[in-house]
């Protein structure tokens, strides 16, 4: 792992170069850190160089003070890809990730080869709804939302036949540090892209979980209506696809990114 001091904040990531003629850049989920893309890298990485960071706020990236928006999220990305001196990349993030792959789409076109937006929505919930998490994580901490967390992101029979990698995810949730998380709560809470989403013009898979309560099957629809060039594919799971479906998620992206 290795960090980059930015003008704002410092980043952590992890860049495997494996010579590739492209790259993919991986961007995490709420309350979960770069680890998340760690069933994906075995089969990725004999196709893309594979480029993971820890979203501001999360994992080892520093907690800079104050609510973020979506735009800092994505200035984050580019002052990486600046960094690194990668001028092209393929783009995949989930959820708040999937929200910073809209805006790059939107506002830094230039940048991307394909872009897969997955368990996202150009609004994720409401503003009344984050004010609520953030109320109660401000006075009870991550632990209290445990169990919610859990009903969201997984089937209940993915946890029962997976009870350890659920364990092993919520474990991480808990640390993830209380000050980032409310700051990155508040930029999903501000964040609506259903204006400018029609804006994307890369190659875009979206990946919905058909289980998915927080960004629906529709929300995915909206999104592949909204988006010119895009194609939508159904997961049966629940928020975390990429962890719950490991292997059909990952070669969806092989496809979409290789045809």
């Known amino acids: 792992?290795?960090?980059?001091?930015m003008q704002h904040t410092t980043?952590?990531?992890v860049f495997d170069d494996f010579k590739k003629e492209q790259t993919l850049v991986f961007s995490n989920s709420l309350g979960t850190d770069l680890t998340m893309w760690d069933k994906q890298i075995e089969l990725l990485g004999q196709e893309f160089n594979i480029l993971r960071y820890d979203t501001r706020g999360h994992g080892k990236s520093e907690v800079a003070e104050g609510e973020y928006s979506i735009e800092m999220l994505g200035n984050d990305v580019l002052d990486l890809l600046d960094y690194l001196k990668i001028e092209k990349v393929n783009f995949c993030g989930l959820s708040i990730g999937g929200l910073t792959g809209q805006w790059l789409g939107i506002h830094a076109p230039e940048r991307l080869i394909k872009l897969i937006l997955c368990n996202t929505a150009v609004k994720i919930g409401n503003a009344e709804g984050w004010n609520s998490r953030i109320e109660t994580v401000q006075k009870n901490g991550l632990n209290s939302i445990v169990s919610g967390t859990q009903e969201r992101w997984f089937t209940p029979e993915f946890v029962r036949e997976n009870k350890v990698k659920v364990d092993s995810v919520l474990a991480k949730f808990v640390q993830?540090?209380?000050?980032?998380?409310?700051?990155?709560?508040?930029?999903?809470r501000d964040a609506d892209f259903t204006d400018e989403v029609s804006k994307i013009l890369a190659p875009t898979l979206i990946i919905s979980g058909t289980e998915d309560l927080?960004?629906?099957?529709?929300?995915?629809?909206?999104?592949?209506?909204?988006?010119?060039?895009?194609i939508l594919a159904a997961l049966k799971t629940a928020h975390i696809?990429?962890?719950?479906?490991a292997d059909d998620f990952t070669k969806l992206l092989i496809e979409f990114i290789k045809n």
Do not use: H, R
């Open 1 to 5: 792992m290795s960090k980059i001091k």
């Open 11 to 13: 980043l952590n990531y």
């Open 176 to 188: 993830t540090p209380l000050a980032g998380y409310i700051s990155c709560c508040a930029a999903v």
């Open 214 to 230: 927080v960004t629906t099957i529709k929300d995915g629809d909206f999104l592949m209506e909204k988006i010119p060039n895009s």
């Open 241 to 245: 696809s990429n962890i719950e479906k």
